[in-house]
């Protein structure tokens, strides 16, 4: 008997109100659809008419209407129900298997209303089925299996004319056996006269779920969610941080699976960059000392009712590279992992680009040119090849690269490629290329004839003004008037307008490049004034 009582039972309670279509709207039983058991429910009779007064009627023979309960339920051997002053309210402080039958609310002898309750029970003693809410009403209950992974399950019924019962993964509708036939060594369902009764034996922490428990009846559906978690020690996971050093801070994250929800610590172990080949050959005497994160750091986010969970410490301070490591515990065990954090200068593995000169590439210029590899996945030692020879470097570290300089002096097209070869820890060699569209030189100049023009307008008038002046490289444009620079202006044009006051103004524009500069003016004077020589 004592046995009996420590199972766990979830009432499935299915409202079918059972009037006529006339009276319908005149009387209901409102109050959970689902309960669990030793559970309190609670279910309230109201009539639209006013009755205050009601009177509750019990039968084990199920729902059907030509079978309403008849038996007065304050007389029948109940343990643990109660009712309010009126009776309009029926409280079933801790519900049980016995409850299951149909129920019946009259507030006269022919102003009733009925329905149907059902009960699923977790049958193996070590399982603990609970609802998420005080009443056990809320539709959803969790089923937290031992980390043997074996557990029992009985949908209890009171005989069905029409009717079906099913327990489906609420993703994609599978059926429960279905989900798990790969995921446990057995899973059985067994229907008899009066339960719908499942089996699993030895199931894994991964097959926890979410499942619907689906009751129709009378052409009504009634849904339970129930998620069934099944303990195990922690699985846990973790990505490879990659930042570059110019950024201050970054998130660490931990997810994985685990049920309890565990205890997450992260530890921080700085390394050289040159020993942070492989996580597995990675050579610890050149780490220092750990750091463990302060715990009040963490933000744990679990995924309510499932086994998965994510830890996050926002904003970590980036100081240098290393191992973080993250480790999760619970009551089944711990397990831990490690990752590595790269400081990068870069995002790419190599960098070839060239600092100068930084418009175009002239023929008999020098181009300094810059080759980096990182410390982390290469040795320090560097080839140039360009013009038909090579040149085997070795790398300064700068940062978290080996960096060489190369000058090279462009005097044919036959120099217009120039590549980096790196060489790779594990003896692969990697290379990137330039090309360079080596260009004629030319000094800037006006293109127009003349490199001054007179210009007359009418008092009020605006001008167009074109800087005509070219150059390889490109030369950048300055206007001036009067020898004041003109800041707002931009580019080759600019329109311009002398103020009410002025007669005559002088506007130039200078193009300048590393080859020199060129000037263009124009003379501006308003009609009826005198153009001044020059």
Known sequence: MV?????????????????????????????????????????????????????????????????????????????????????????IRAVDRTHVGSYRCCATDTLCATMSLFVVSATDDPSELRPTDSLGGGGVAVLDVQSDG??????????????????????????????????????????????????????????????????TTNKRLEVMHLHILIRGKPIVRMDTYSVLRNLSHINLSCQGHAYPTPNVTFTYTPCLPTAMDRLSDIQRDACEKSITVPQHLERLSPFNHTT?????????????????????????????????????????????????????????????????????????????????????????????????????????????????????????????????????????????????????????DAVRLECDIDGTPSPDIVWFKNDAHLRHAQGHFVRVALDEDETRATYRCVGRSRLGRATKTWYIVVEGEEMLSR
């Open 3 to 91: 046995q009996q009582l420590c199972k766990t039972v979830i009432i499935l309670v299915n409202l079918s109100v059972a009037l006529s279509i006339a009276k319908a709207s005149l009387i209901h039983i409102s109050g959970p659809r689902i309960a669990v058991q030793y559970s309190k429910i609670q279910l309230r009779c109201m009539a639209s008419t006013g009755q205050k007064h009601f009177l509750w009627y019990f039968s084990s023979n199920g729902s059907a209407a030509a079978q309403y309960p008849k038996e007065p339920l304050s007389s029948h051997p109940f343990s643990a129900i109660r009712f309010d002053t009126h009776g309009a309210m029926l409280t």
């Open 150 to 215: 074996t557990f029992e399950l009985a949908i209890f019924h009171a005989p069905l004319l029409e009717g079906e019962i099913s327990l489906e993964r609420e993703a994609g509708a599978v059926r429960f056996c279905d989900h798990f036939r790969h995921r446990a060594e057995e899973c059985n369902e067994q229907r008899t006269n009066g339960v719908v009764a499942y089996s699993v034996r030895n199931a894994t922490m991964e097959a926890s779920a979410q499942f619907h428990v689906k009751i």
């Open 308 to 460: 998965i969970f994510e830890v996050i410490i926002p904003s970590w301070p980036v100081q240098k590279p290393g191992i973080v490591s993250c480790r999760a515990s619970n009551g089944e065990g711990s397990s831990s992992i490690e990752t590595l954090l790269f400081v990068r200068n870069f995002h790419e593995p190599m960098q070839f680009r060239i600092e100068s000169p930084t418009d175009v590439v002239l023929y008999d210029d020098t181009v300094n040119i810059t080759c980096q590899a990182d410390v982390y996945n290469f040795t320090n030692q560097l080839t140039i090849h360009h013009g038909g020879s090579s040149f085997h470097l070795a790398g300064e570290q700068l940062g978290y690269a080996w960096t060489i300089t190369y000058l090279a002096h462009i005097t044919n097209d036959s120099q217009n490629e120039v590549v980096c070869e790196g060489h790779h820890k594990n003896g692969t060699r990697v290379r990137s290329t330039l090309n360079l569209s080596i260009q004629y030189p030319s000094k800037p100049h006006v293109v127009s004839v003349n490199d001054s023009v007179n210009v007359t307008i009418a008092h009020g």
